[in-house]
T-cell receptor, first 111, second 119 residues
Framework: GDSVTQMEGPVTLSEEAFLTINCTYT??????LFWYVQYPGEGLQLLLKATKADDKGSNKGFEATYRKETTSFHLEKGSVQVSDSAVYFC??????????FGKGNQVVVIP | ETGVTQTPRHLVMGMTNKKSLKCEQHLGHNAMYWYKQSAKKPLELMFVYNFKEQTENNSVPSRFSPECPNSSHLFLHLHTLQPEDSALYLC??????????????????FGEGSRLTVL
């Protein structure tokens, strides 16, 4: 079935460093793709999305480009802040408005 | 504040107890969802309700019993749970939910979750 795979393990980096979190997907057709973020003690919230190939989603300095040829939707930010510390989930939409989520990546930004 | 409120935020229960989780959405959405979030596992979709009707049950054990009295409220009744059921239970809602024609935004609005510990 349709699924997403995120890179293993937490990500720890220093403030102002470049962040990349990898996400690849397996799907029939071309599903919409999403990144959700979960700050400590909170639920998930939509960070950005892309609905077709070559679309770039962006929000709060984060970007992700829908790459059909590599079936990827990697999340990037050029200069992270401590406030970006959170868990990031990649997701795709399938069927009747269902979302399949990846396992999530814990990002810790050190001052 | 996402417009989706879950109570209680934390719950500790024994395996023989009966308890309920509550979710309320103030967004006027027509679809509501229960997800289970366990450590190091993808979010698991448990139940989906659309216009108060259950449209999906992902092989969830019967010790979890959902109830949706109206489009704004969703409950998860718990009884005779197991320690492995300990997890964060997330409620979500969306507009243009499953089965709706036109405009499937895919954006789910989540509550903050109910952290359940089964002893």
């Amino acid at each position: 079935g349709d699924s997403v795979t995120q890179m293993e393990g937490p990500v720890t980096l220093s403030e102002e460093a470049f962040l990349t979190i990898n996400c690849t997907y397996t799907a029939t057709g071309y599903p919409s793709l999403f990144w959700y973020v979960q700050y400590p003690g909170e639920g998930l919230q939509l960070l950005l999305k892309a609905t077709k190939a070559d679309d770039k989603g962006s929000n709060k300095g984060f970007e992700a480009t829908y790459r059909k040829e590599t079936t990827s939707f990697h999340l990037e930010k050029g200069s992270v802040q401590v406030s970006d510390s959170a868990v990031y989930f990649c997701a795709l939409r399938y069927g009747n408005n269902r979302l399949a989520f990846g396992k999530g990546n814990q990002v810790v930004v050190i001052p | 504040e996402t417009g989706v409120t879950q109570t209680p935020r934390h719950l500790v229960m024994g395996m023989t107890n009966k308890k309920s989780l509550k979710c309320e959405q103030h967004l006027g959405h027509n679809a509501m969802y229960w997800y289970k979030q366990s450590a190091k596992k993808p979010l698991e979709l448990m139940f989906v309700y659309n216009f108060k009707e259950q449209t999906e049950n992902n092989s969830v054990p019967s010790r979890f019993s959902p109830e949706c009295p109206n489009s704004s409220h969703l409950f998860l009744h718990l009884h005779t749970l197991q320690p492995e059921d300990s997890a964060l239970y997330l409620c979500a809602s969306s507009q243009d939910g499953p089965g709706q024609r036109g405009g499937r935004s895919g954006e789910l609005f989540f509550g903050e979750g109910s952290r359940l510990t089964v002893l």
